[in-house]
């Protein structure tokens, strides 16, 4: 009978059947087994992977910041507090400002915040411009919410600043009668107009003038307020000057004084000190600070008041260097007849006329072309005299050009020139000229204006290679001046002995000797007898048959021209330029001195050449402007026909250019010189010429 199929063996194979059986239902128990540990590690690792670390989330306060309208110029700050609101720190890793006008002032840098925890940030507004102005502060974090940002609103409101420079005005000592003005600079310093409703002086003798009511001055403009005092008594006079605008710092106030004097029956500067013998050094040397433009200071040693006239490093040439600028030289009267203008001169060559408030009244562009320099007429402050080409022209002033009128033309000459150093005459009648003949010698003449003829001439041996009318050094003549009583006083280039060199005085027919060698600064004059002189000779080797008649035997003298007998002005003063075309009626000489030791005080600081001022080394008188009767009779033993005006605080060994240069006023009220004063510690960049780097300022004497 054959068995039922059950799954169940029944016989040996039926054995190994089962145990087949058992050994896959093992293996698949196993496979299970290892199957739910595998899910378990998976388990634990994603339970690893996924633990929560915390959440994190960056909030600001306030999230809109508005500063509303700040004046421009001036800053308001706001704080915003950052909050971590989370359960786990937040690190910050970028925090930033857009928007010119706000910056973050206080709590940066930002590195991170802990859960609950603030941070306190302080936002400025600062703007510059008026007007609407929006930013934004922007936290960059690992927040979830990041990046945080706030945002910032301003407007910049209107100013209105009126500024007065300088504060105060000192006139020092004026003449009764005598009305000097110095300027003041009003500017708008803030971005909306101005407008001024009153300018009022208090001060007996004080008054203001050029700019009135109603006068408006756009952002960043200024005009120039003239102040005027003019005493009516001797004494001390304090005032003030009030300038009222819409300004919001109004009114605009500087204060005023000055001393009337009465002018002695001598005719005595009104500044300065005599009597006094004294070396001086100036404690000031190094940190003195010059007056701007158009603004004074009374100098600390002697008591006058000296005003600023340019500024070259503020102008810029063609060639966008900037000029040193002069008064030109000694023996050529700067100031016109009226005392109003004032020929300013240019390293490259250039001339421009500028009144006693710095304002330009005719350009260098709006003046004629010369040969050499122009001179000042003696009577009319609006006309002076030049040469161009072969021709003698007449320069009156119109406005702020120049309309010229042909006095003399000379074709006998293929060009003329008013050389070096020559000014007008005394009379006002004559002027020294040089004109180029055809065989290249020249001809030194004198004309008078009035009757349009030579009434001296004197023919060179030398002769000029290329034109007379490009130099005013032409040939062998370095210089050329005017005896009081008009004769030509020929500077040759060269020294010595013979015919052509030296300093000769034509008289006509003969060339006198004036001096041989060590050629000196000099002039001529009257002197109180009304006997022409010339002034400023010194060193007894200067020629064979003189023997200096101050002490030392090395000083300034006044020398008789008709017969060379003399008198000691000033003994063993420093190295010098004069200035005198005086006669009784004004017998003073400016006199202004210089260094050229080396080493010594009078180099920039920055040179290595430069000694800081001492008793050792400063010498009585060193760069001083002084004032000398040419009576004095010297002055060394009592020095009462000494004043000592200012120093010139030039540092004169830098260049020619630099030293004083001195020279009076035709009628004696002023003195102008130059003065590189204003870089002490040496030029700045970009000078026309390197280390010139000189300005034009004056000083009232009477």
């Given at each position: 009978m054959e068995p039922k199929k059950t799954g169940v063996c029944y016989s040996r194979s039926s054995q190994l059947c089962v145990g087949s059986c058992r050994l896959t239902i093992l293996v698949l128990l196993l496979a299970l087994v290892l199957e739910v540990g595998a899910l378990s590690g998976c388990a634990a690792y994603t339970s690893v992977s996924t633990q929560s670390t915390g959440s994190k989330s960056l909030s600001a306060s306030p999230t809109n910041v508005s500063f509303g309208s700040v004046s421009v110029g001036s800053t308001s700050t706001q704080s915003v507090t950052l909050t971590n609101s989370g359960s786990a720190s937040v690190t910050v890793s970028q925090a930033t400002v857009s928007g010119t006008a706000f910056t973050v002032t206080k709590g940066t840098p930002l590195s991170s915040i802990a859960p609950g925890q603030s941070a306190t940030l302080q936002i400025q507004f600062a703007p510059s411009s008026s007007g609407n102005l929006t930013g934004s502060f922007t936290v960059a974090s690992d927040a979830t919410n990041s990046p945080t940002t706030v945002s910032l609103a301003g407007t910049g409101g209107a100013t209105s600043q009126l500024t007065a420079s300088p504060g105060s005005l000192s006139f020092g000592n004026v003449n009764v009668g005598v009305s000097p003005s110095l300027g003041i600079t009003l500017t708008n310093g803030g971005n909306s107009n101005v407008t001024i409703s009153s300018v009022n002086t208090t001060g007996a003798g004080y008054?203001?003038?050029?700019?009135?009511?109603?006068?408006?001055?756009?952002?960043?403009?200024?005009?120039?307020?003239?102040?005027?005092?003019?005493?009516?008594?001797?004494?001390?006079?304090?005032?003030?000057?009030?300038?009222?605008?819409?300004?919001?710092?109004?009114?605009?106030?500087?204060?005023?004084?000055?001393?009337?004097?009465?002018?002695?029956?001598?005719?005595?500067?009104?500044?300065?000190?005599?009597?006094?013998?004294?070396?001086?050094?100036?404690?000031?040397?190094?940190?003195?600070?010059?007056?701007?433009?158009?603004?004074?200071?009374?100098?600390?040693?002697?008591?006058?008041?000296?005003?600023?006239?340019?500024?070259?490093?503020?102008?810029?040439?063609?060639?966008?260097?900037?000029?040193?600028?002069?008064?030109?030289?000694?023996?050529?009267?700067?100031?016109?007849?009226?005392?109003?203008?004032?020929?300013?001169?240019?390293?490259?060559?250039?001339?421009?006329?500028?009144?006693?408030?710095?304002?330009?009244?005719?350009?260098?562009?709006?003046?004629?072309?010369?040969?050499?320099?122009?001179?000042?007429?003696?009577?009319?402050?609006?006309?002076?005299?030049?040469?161009?080409?072969?021709?003698?022209?007449?320069?009156?002033?119109?406005?702020?050009?120049?309309?010229?009128?042909?006095?003399?033309?000379?074709?006998?000459?293929?060009?003329?020139?008013?050389?070096?150093?020559?000014?007008?005459?005394?009379?006002?009648?004559?002027?020294?000229?040089?004109?180029?003949?055809?065989?290249?010698?020249?001809?030194?003449?004198?004309?008078?204006?009035?009757?349009?003829?030579?009434?001296?001439?004197?023919?060179?041996?030398?002769?000029?290679?290329?034109?007379?009318?490009?130099?005013?050094?032409?040939?062998?003549?370095?210089?050329?001046?005017?005896?009081?009583?008009?004769?030509?006083?020929?500077?040759?280039?060269?020294?010595?002995?013979?015919?052509?060199?030296?300093?000769?005085?034509?008289?006509?027919?003969?060339?006198?000797?004036?001096?041989?060698?060590?050629?000196?600064?000099?002039?001529?004059?009257?002197?109180?007898?009304?006997?022409?002189?010339?002034?400023?000779?010194?060193?007894?080797?200067?020629?064979?048959?003189?023997?200096?008649?101050?002490?030392?035997?090395?000083?300034?003298?006044?020398?008789?021209?008709?017969?060379?007998?003399?008198?000691?002005?000033?003994?063993?003063?420093?190295?010098?330029?004069?200035?005198?075309?005086?006669?009784?009626?004004?017998?003073?000489?400016a006199i202004s001195f210089f260094d050229t030791r080396t080493p010594g005080p009078e180099y920039f600081t920055s040179d290595a050449n430069y000694q800081t001022p001492s008793s050792s080394n400063w010498q009585r008188y060193e760069d001083e402007i002084i004032l000398a009767r040419v009576d004095a009779n010297n002055a060394n033993s009592n020095n009462t026909g000494i004043y000592r005006l200012a120093l010139a605080r030039s540092r004169s060994q830098e260049s020619y250019w630099a030293q004083p240069h001195a020279t009076m006023s035709r009628d004696g009220n002023y003195v102008v010189f130059t003065s590189n004063m204003a870089y002490p510690n040496g030029c700045p960049a970009n000078m026309h010429v390197p280390n010139e780097c000189s300005d034009v300022y004056f000083i009232q004497v009477k």
């Open positions: 008054s203001a003038s050029g700019v009135g009511s109603s006068a408006t001055l756009t952002p960043g403009q200024t005009a120039t307020l003239n102040v005027t005092f003019a005493p009516t008594a001797a004494g001390s006079v304090t005032g003030s000057v009030s300038v009222a605008s819409n300004a919001s710092n109004s009114p605009a106030t500087i204060s005023l004084s000055g001393s009337g004097v009465t002018q002695s029956a001598s005719g005595a500067p009104i500044c300065g000190i005599s009597g006094d013998t004294s070396t001086h050094v100036p404690s000031d040397w190094t940190s003195f600070t010059p007056p701007a433009v158009s603004q004074s200071y009374v100098d600390s040693l002697f008591g006058c008041t000296v005003t600023r006239l340019t500024n070259g490093s503020g102008e810029t040439l063609a060639d966008g260097t900037h000029p040193g600028l002069m008064n030109f030289y000694s023996t050529l009267t700067a100031m016109n007849a009226s005392d109003t203008l004032v020929f300013i001169t240019y390293n490259n060559g250039s001339w421009r006329i500028s009144d006693l408030h710095a304002n330009t009244v005719v350009s260098a562009a709006n003046m004629p072309s010369m040969n050499g320099h122009a001179v000042w007429d003696a009577a009319n402050g609006s006309v002076f005299y030049y040469a161009s080409n072969n021709t003698l022209y007449k320069g009156t002033i119109s406005g702020s050009s120049v309309t010229p009128t042909a006095l003399h033309s000379f074709s006998e000459y293929s060009g003329i020139v008013l050389p070096d150093a020559g000014d007008l005459s005394q009379d006002g009648d004559h002027l020294a000229l040089m004109g180029q003949n055809s065989n290249n010698t020249m001809d030194v003449f004198v004309l008078s204006l009035g009757q349009q003829t030579k009434t001296s001439v004197y023919t060179t041996m030398c002769t000029i290679s290329g034109s007379i009318t490009s130099t005013g050094q032409p040939g062998c003549v370095h210089k050329l001046l005017l005896s009081a009583d008009n004769l030509l006083s020929i500077g040759f280039a060269q020294n010595g002995t013979g015919t052509e060199q030296g300093v000769r005085l034509w008289n006509g027919s003969s060339l006198i000797h004036l001096q041989d060698s060590m050629t000196s600064h000099y002039d001529h004059g009257y002197d109180m007898n009304g006997s022409p002189i010339t002034t400023g000779r010194d060193n007894p080797s200067s020629l064979a048959s003189f023997t200096n008649p101050c002490p030392s035997g090395w000083g300034l003298d006044v020398r008789q021209q008709g017969n060379f007998t003399s008198s000691c002005l000033l003994d063993n003063q420093p190295e010098w330029h004069i200035s005198y075309r005086g006669s009784a009626s004004q017998p003073w000489i």
